[in-house]
Each structure stands twice: as structure tokens, then as C-alpha cells.
């Protein structure tokens, strides 16, 4: 649910960039030995009670592998909801991901974000829901202390994040295209130094 604060803007000097499906690596593979592996692949595939409606539509849709998998959960999203920023509200006691897609067809994207994460753990992939903001690369600025931008209340954003082998949380976008600006601009292609090794990932923990 979006609030409203009484912050104008937020002063930021880093960005981490945001990946379309088409930039994930998609070798696949078994996720490697650690705890820090081992503690997602057990927490991170975990579902609500409930969600039939959203189970059925993923198992009538078979798909194996990341890819297969990342294709078969946005053509899903995309053909049964559209993106609207003043979507009526959930009723009382209805899921949130399954009214989104089955009743309303109509949300922005936190509601997206939500569905995709479910499904992809119903597909069997660690997901996890994250909220942000999105940053065009040209909202930056070089200043004394290096690059900055000021990013505003309207740029809040929501995606899906999934765990890769040796590569660790991989951000996927599930809004659909053209519905945020700087999406899908290609200056957010992902940049491997930025993202978190799960090798690093499991030193810290051990």
C-alpha cells in the first residue's frame, strides 16, 4: 500500500541497476554449497497458506529452467493484468496477488512484484519482493563527492528479486513494459560488480 510522506526528495550517491529478463544468466546449474545457499533455497521457496487459483495457473503452465521459467511468468502477468496507479482497493480478507490477477486485472508495481515472486517460488526459483527506486542514469549528477541524483517520492518502485547460482540476487523487472520510465532503457543492463556473489554472501554468514 503507498503512503505519503512529508520528504520532498531522497539524495542518493550510487545506483544499483536494474535487469531485464533478457539480461539474467541463464546457465542454471546447482546452487552452491553454503550456508548462506542453503538457508535461501529453504526460506526463500516458501509459500502462504492458500493461493490455489495462482498454483493452478502455474502448474497449467509447465516450464523448466530460468529462461523458460522468467518468459513463462511475465507473458502470464502481462495477459492478466494491466498497469493502473489507481487501482480500486483489495476488499477485506482477499490475497492480495490473487485478487491482483484474478478479479481486479489492474495494479501498478507493487502488485506485480508481489505475484511474480509467488510464482516464481511456486516454480521452484528463491524469490524475494524488494522495494526501491528507480534512477534514469541522466538523473545524475557529478558533484564533490562524486555522482549524485535526487530521486523523488513518484520514482518509488517495487521488483522481484531472484537467487542465482554464483551470482546470488539477481533483480528481475515484472512491471510491464513502457510503464515506468528508464526501465527499460538499456543503461540498466546489470553490471556484474555490483551484484552480491554468493560466495561473499556465505563469508559473511559463516
Not at 68 to 91: G, K, M, N, R, V
Request: proline share 6%; net charge negative.
Amino acid at each position: 500500500v503507498a503512503t505519503e510522506h512529508s520528504f520532498e526528495a531522497y539524495y542518493v550517491s550510487s545506483i544499483i541497476h536494474m535487469m531485464q529478463q533478457r539480461d539474467i544468466d541463464l546457465t542454471g546449474g546447482t546452487l552452491p554449497v553454503g550456508p548462506y545457499a542453503q538457508y535461501v533455497q529453504e526460506e526463500y521457496t516458501k509459500l502462504p497458506y492458500g493461493l490455489e487459483r495462482l498454483k493452478a495457473l502455474c502448474a497449467s503452465h509447465p516450464a523448466e529452467g530460468t529462461e523458460a521459467i522468467t518468459s513463462q511468468i511475465l507473458e502470464l502477468l502481462w495477459d492478466h493484468a494491466s498497469y493502473d496507479l489507481e487501482p480500486d482497493p483489495i476488499p477485506y480478507g482477499e490475497d492480495v496477488a490473487e485478487y491482483f490477477l484474478f478479479e481486479r486485472k489492474e495494479g501498478y508495481c507493487q502488485h506485480f512484484a508481489t505475484a511474480a515472486v509467488l510464482m516464481y517460488r511456486m516454480y521452484g526459483i528463491p524469490a524475494r519482493y524488494v522495494s526501491g527506486f528507480v534512477a534514469p542514469i541522466t538523473s545524475f549528477e557529478e558533484g564533490d563527492n562524486g555522482w549524485q541524483a535526487v530521486l523523488y517520492g513518484g520514482q518509488a518502485h517495487a521488483w522481484a528479486e531472484i537467487y542465482q547460482s554464483g551470482l546470488g540476487w539477481i533483480p528481475v523487472e515484472s512491471t510491464p513494459p513502457g510503464s515506468i520510465e528508464g526501465i527499460n532503457d538499456r543503461s540498466y543492463e546489470a553490471d556484474p560488480s555490483l551484484v552480491i556473489s554468493a560466495d561473499d554472501l556465505d563469508s559473511e554468514t559463516e
